[in-house]
């Protein structure tokens, strides 16, 4: 037999239909933190709060970084990134999970990120501007590439004591880079590395802050519930005399892709304006008349990684 999962705005599973016949075999309602208010159930399941695993044994729910204990309303081990989620180390969703959720252990968020409250097939990809949360005025200048291709967001939240995480250079402006949340760096030496070091080295970053995961040989697709993301590079001296710089993008559900430039806005358009339907063929020349100042060229492709999304299991 087939089953379809229904999820709420929170994506707490309320329900399982029977493909086959149409009628609802399971139903849940749960407290605010996660516990189990009313069961009917008819067939085994391990997916419940949040979407997430549910251990039969220990009733705790596994969130891939963490595990959370909804008796306690608390996770079992201290936050990965310590006091730059917040001073409560083992606290869930800032104590109001009803309009916060936490889809993957590491960052508490009010929207999926990316995207708001939205399922990503239902994004409208504008003429006049691709529509994201992250263009809101409180997440754009202080969210990057980065941080919106592999689907986190760093804006600070001062009612909430949600503040932004160090950069590499140890300023607390939210703008993240690889490495900066597992405090290992990319360790890029604009002096030595070539443009291929640095894309083995930025992608290294990645996993070690837990945001992404590389891909196999031959491997063209991520797994359910991750989505792939892009890294590109440039070796041409910029701005703040560095002698590389990157860009990451990330890809949707209906196979397009976008991508944020700095503290600029999310959109669906490479250099030339045109819509990207692949990152690796798209004109990433930002430069005018050669020039490169605060307009690279990220002409070098490093590859595609596999970043975790919010959809249900």
Request: proline share 4%.
């Amino acid at each position: 037999m087939v089953f379809n999962y229904i999820a709420d705005g929170n994506k707490n599973i309320t329900q399982l239909i029977n493909l086959t016949t149409g009628e609802i075999a399971n139903k849940y309602d749960y407290s605010p933190f996660g516990q189990l208010a009313k069961t009917d159930e008819n067939v085994e399941n391990v997916f419940k709060f949040s979407s997430e695993c549910a251990e039969k044994e220990t009733g705790l729910i596994y969130y891939n970084y963490r595990y959370y204990n909804p008796t306690t309303g608390k996770w079992t081990k201290r936050d990965t990134v310590q006091e730059l989620g917040g001073e409560n180390l083992y606290g869930f969703t800032f104590g109001d999970s009803i309009n916060y959720f936490d889809f993957l252990g590491l960052t508490s968020s009010t929207y999926f990120p990316g995207i708001g409250n939205r399922p990503q097939s239902q994004l409208e990809h504008s003429d006049e501007e691709f529509e994201s949360d992250y263009n809101d005025d409180d997440k754009i200048g202080v969210n990057n590439c980065y941080t919106y291709a592999c689907g986190f967001d760093y804006s600070t939240d001062p009612k909430k004591g949600n503040k932004p995480p160090l950069n590499n250079d140890g300023n607390t402006n939210g703008m993240l880079e690889p490495g900066s949340a597992s405090r290992k760096g990319s360790s890029i030496d604009p002096n030595s590395d070539t443009w291929k070091t640095a894309c083995e080295k930025l992608k290294d970053g990645a996993v070690s802050d837990k945001r992404a995961k590389r891909m196999e040989e031959g491997q063209t697709s991520c797994p359910k519930c991750w989505h792939r993301v892009a890294l590109v590079i440039t070796d041409v001296k910029g701005q703040d005399n560095r002698d590389i710089d990157y860009h990451w993008y990330r890809e949707h559900s209906d196979g397009s892709w976008s991508h944020k430039r700095g503290k600029g806005k999310v959109t669906d358009k490479d250099a030339s304006k045109n819509k990207i339907k692949n990152p690796k063929k798209a004109d990433r020349d930002y430069t005018e008349n050669g020039k490169y100042i605060y307009r690279p060229n990220y002409k070098h492709f490093c590859g595609y990684m596999c970043a975790k999304d919010e959809h249900v299991k």
